[in-house]
């Protein structure tokens, strides 16, 4: 399954990448090898099977409703990049 | 205002209206961790891994998040589907640290925690039955400052207490055929969750939000093109916003013109919708199953227990009022709207067991105290036991109707009970006949005129006398008594 540029820039955009030309043309080229490899799997019949989200035997993991500490507030936002006035400080998010 | 933008159409077109409710939860923690859910705390004081987003934390579903969720569902007549799981919602935007929200998508697969419902309830003298087409839980998100300059944003501050709170989401069918009949629906719906006890339900605060869909179209055909309206923060607003846009609409439509497709903005103060200036993308939130989470598979026994556990719902009430109590239906409904009111009514009328009286006072003085000091009821300093024994002293006799307002106030404002304001003040209803007989004898000799009249046959003329005694006794005579007192010393 090829990909063309197209395909190429919106997933560059939805993850927030900037491509060169030439990156640009090597990730359609591997992208394109990855899809088709993986294209293999329609080959089964999986016609009456359930879609699979998780593969380990697990159901209904769940907590009560209890209040646990949480973090102190100084050793939170000394991890971020900037901070102000005990809220994490971001670039704008609009474009004026 | 736009000419009968609030009216319900009579030109050739349809209004339709679906909303999109998010509720919070009433539950002590997170959604997927045990952060508290308190609100007003500092900014980013109740924050942990997990609704941080740090590299390696794993989320833990709340019980009573999805508890909450059933009971919602099962008393919207919901479909609960036996199998549900959680799907990333993928988006950039800083309110969540991960870089997206878990939420439930509707997949035919991993379905939300359930569907296809229906609220009915009586609007405009008929009975209206609105379907709902989803009820799935998710998690809140945190909340942004934009700090601005001239105008401009400089930079935007992020707190994430808010982060992880546990959200229901309600989406409704387009069957909403007015602005006025949308604000029922979701008062009615409000009602209903206060009476789930699974939101306080205060739109001001944000624990319940409401985004609506809104198109027009001719009689008969397809659905036109919507736009959706956001940031209503009341009732009011909602019906406002929704008639803005509905007049918007109409003349764009009228016009020959066609809607935009976007979302828009109410603007309180300037009572209008306002489109956004963000580009409109077609959003690709990539959803996926959320592998950190595996599947709930619904125990029939859990579901049963909570059916079976779930409270009288407004309408029962409602009916019950009216059948037992016989209350009018209007006095019925209003006191039932308001959760907190009814308990206290029903605790009263146990201690007091004159309904209509009870209710009465309710609706009247005390709701009228708190309209004009801008409480709630809850904060009210008033007891079921306080109101009861201010009633039984006024069936008693011992405070007149008047004196009982003027208690009642100061009840109110004070929390004192009434028979220590009544000692207090020395308000007790006078009833010694020889006390009264000389204030009547002064009051006809200071107004002859009156006497006069009354004796010449003016029957008017005793109020204006009965009136002066009770100026005199500062109201504390009792009014029938004064009347037989003077009409036997006039006609004497």
């Given at each position: 399954m090829a990909i063309d540029d197209h395909t190429v820039e919106y997933v560059a955009k939805l993850s927030r990448l900037e491509l060169t030309r030439e990156e640009r043309e090597l990730f359609r080229e591997q992208l394109s090898r990855i899809l088709e490899y993986f294209s293999k799997l329609n080959e089964l019949d999986t016609t009456g099977i359930p879609p699979t989200s998780h593969v380990i035997p697990m159901r209904n993991v769940f907590r009560e409703d209890v209040v646990t500490p949480s973090l102190e507030r100084e050793v939170v936002l000394d991890e971020a990049p900037d901070q102000e006035e005990g809220y994490f400080k971001v670039p704008r998010v609009f474009e004026e | 205002m736009r000419e009968n933008a609030t009216t319900k159409v009579q030109d050739e077109f349809e209004i339709v209206i679906g909303l999109e409710i998010h509720v919070q939860l009433l539950t002590a923690s997170k959604m997927f961790c045990g952060c508290s859910t308190r609100f007003g705390a500092p900014p980013n004081t109740q924050v942990c891994p997990v609704c941080l987003g740090l590299p390696g934390s794993l989320p833990v579903i709340n019980r009573k998040a999805v508890e909450l969720g059933l009971r919602t569902a099962l008393a919207l007549n919901c479909t609960i589907h036996p199998q549900s799981q959680f799907h990333r919602k993928n988006y950039y935007y800083p309110d969540l640290p991960k870089n997206y929200q878990i939420s439930q998508y509707q997949?035919?697969?991993?379905?939300?925690?359930?569907?296809?419902g229906h609220l009915t309830f009586e609007f405009d003298g008929q009975a209206r039955t609105v379907r709902i087409r989803r009820v799935h839980l998710e998690e809140d998100t945190g909340k942004l400052v934009h700090v601005e300059r001239d105008g401009t944003v400089l930079y935007s501050l992020v707190d994430y207490n808010r982060s992880g709170v546990p959200l229901m989401e309600i989406v409704t069918e387009p069957d909403l055929r007015s602005p006025e009949e949308a604000r029922e629906f979701l008062s009615r719906l409000r009602t209903l969750l206060q009476y789930l006890e699974v939101s306080s339900g205060r739109m001001e605060e944000g624990t319940l939000r409401c985004d609506a869909n809104v198109s027009l179209r001719r009689r008969g055909e397809p659905l036109g093109i919507r736009t959706e309206v956001k940031n209503m923060n009341s009732l009011r607003a909602v019906e406002k916003a929704l008639s803005f846009e509905v007049a918007r609409q109409r003349e764009i439509l009228q016009a020959g013109g066609e809607v935009v497709q976007e979302t828009r903005h109410w603007d309180e103060r300037r009572e209008v919708t306002f489109g956004s200036r963000e580009k409109e993308e077609a959003q690709d939130y990539r959803y996926f199953p959320e592998p950190d989470l595996v599947p709930m598979v619904l125990d029939p026994a859990w579901i049963e227990e909570i059916r079976r556990t779930l409270p009288e719902l407004p309408e029962e009430r409602r009916r019950r009022y009216v059948e037992q109590y016989a209350l009018s239906p209007h006095d019925a409904a209003l006191l039932v709207e308001n959760k907190a009111m009814a308990d206290f009514f029903e605790a009263t009328i146990k201690l007091f067991p004159q309904p209509k009286t009870v209710c009465n006072w309710l609706l009247g003085d005390v709701t009228g105290y708190a309209n004009t000091h801008g409480m709630e009821f809850t904060d009210l300093p008033l007891t079921p036991e306080k109101l009861a024994e201010m009633l039984k002293l006024m069936e008693d006799g011992t405070i007149s109707i008047r004196l009982a307002k003027e208690i009642l106030e100061e009840m109110l404002a004070t929390g004192k009970d009434a028979s220590s304001i009544v000692a207090e003040k020395g308000l007790v209803q006078i009833r010694d006949e020889d006390a009264l007989r000389a204030i009547v004898e002064e009051v006809i000799a200071e107004n002859p005129n009156p006497v006069r009249d009354y004796r010449a046959g003016k029957e008017k003329a005793l109020t204006f006398l009965v009136g002066q005694v009770m100026r005199k006794t500062s109201g504390r005579a009792n009014p029938d008594l004064v009347n037989r007192l003077l009409k036997e010393r006039l006609h004497g």
């Open positions: - | 997949y035919k697969d991993h379905p939300p925690l359930a569907s296809d």
